[in-house]
């Protein structure tokens, strides 16, 4: 079958590029032909520019001093990390051109998602019709949908239903917006686990590469930028006699030191945390991959953006490991005897799901 999956995968951003290769790739050992479609635009590829005014310039007149200052220091890492995303969104994506207003009749089904296809946050201001499968007549579904914290006023309900009644299945990644849609939709939508759980431990291994490191380590992966985040896993690396690595979102100024990795290709950065002996993330796709690889872990620092952590977690009963704010003791370790079984589980039922999504008439 001849599948196309409109999703996040330009934002050079490891959890939105790796999600987007786990769906292509889960897809294509199924024996399918799968494609990403190349839709590109400017609202997701004007923040990840290789070189863009913005990083000169604020509306604070003494920020952006310090911009103009400390931006030529920059430049390189910049450089280095763009070019890094690039490759992977060349070598490990199967695009597909996208043309506005083309039917995409040669497919045999559309796949809308995972991600934030549906925050309009992210999205422009607005509600991107692509993402909702526009005027698309052939078949389409979404899987693993995501509207991250954005609640819909009445109008845009209005909107998300003259567009998502037309979908075959809707799949969504987290219960709180299966509260939001089910009453729209008039029925109970089923949540099904993020992309990058539908490969296993060991295909994920396959992708990693050797860390050098002599020492257990701390992996801390710090998309927020979160002050919590960065106490978090230096408390806890002292707490067990380890070292800390940090991962940055992006290049930033004054985060130097052999602790700092901030030009890591999404490759890269999956093999800091599957050689890291413990993990402390603001990120969702952190939270995922030290599950996936069976890590010790704490998400924390994430405010307002914890309910999409909250819902996996909450699955899992592992509601403790997300934190509000900093702690000074380590909490007993995790049995992944139990999660393992409920995320198989969650696992297990997604691909079911999507498998006869796909596969009926």
């Not at 930028?225 to 940055?248: F, H, M, P, R």
């Not at 800091?272 to 599950?291: K, P, R």
Request: aromatic share 12%.
């Amino acid at each position: 079958m001849k599948i196309g999956i409109f999703t996040f995968h330009c934002a050079h951003n490891f959890g939105a590029m790796l999600q987007a290769y786990a769906l292509q790739h889960y897809l294509e050992l199924q024996n399918h032909e799968v494609y990403v479609i190349d839709y590109r635009p400017e609202y997701l590829i004007k923040p990840y520019k290789r070189h863009s005014i913005r990083h000169w310039l604020s509306r604070n007149p003494i920020r952006m001093v310090k911009k103009i200052l400390t931006e030529p220091f920059l430049l390189k890492k910049r450089e280095t990390f763009w070019n890094k995303f690039e490759c992977f969104i060349n070598t490990k994506l199967r695009l597909y051109p996208y043309t506005a207003n083309a039917d995409y009749s040669e497919f045999d089904i559309i796949i809308l998602g995972s991600d934030q296809i549906w925050n309009p946050k992210l999205t422009g201001d607005k509600f991107d019709k692509v993402f909702l499968g526009g005027a698309l007549k052939l078949k389409k579904i979404a899987y693993a949908a995501s509207m991250g914290y954005f609640k819909p006023n009445s109008k845009e309900k209005e909107i998300l239903y003259i567009y998502l009644k037309e979908l075959s299945e809707i799949f969504i990644r987290e219960k709180g917006l299966n509260d939001i849609l089910s009453p729209l939709m008039g029925q109970n939508l089923s949540v099904v686990c993020d992309p990058v759980f539908l490969l296993s431990k060991k295909e994920w291994e396959k992708e990693c590469m050797v860390i050098h490191h002599r020492r257990p380590y701390v992996l801390c992966y710090n998309l927020l930028n979160s002050d919590e985040c960065e106490i978090q896993a230096k408390c806890t690396a002292q707490k067990l006699g380890y070292d800390v690595i940090i991962i940055t979102g992006s290049p930033i100024l004054f985060r130097i030191g052999k602790q700092y990795r901030q030009t890591l290709s999404p490759l890269e950065f999956i093999s800091y945390l599957e050689g890291a002996s413990f993990i402390v993330t603001s990120s969702f796709h952190g939270t995922a991959f030290a599950l996936i690889f069976q890590k010790e872990f704490y998400s924390v620092g994430l405010e307002h953006n914890s309910g999409r952590i909250l819902s996996l977690l909450s699955l899992l009963h592992l509601e403790k490991r997300l934190l509000d704010k900093p702690m000074n003791e380590i909490v007993d370790a995790i049995d992944y005897a139990s999660v393992t079984e409920l995320l198989e589980k969650h696992i297990a039922e997604s691909k079911d799901l999507l498998y006869n999504a796909i596969t009926k008439n």
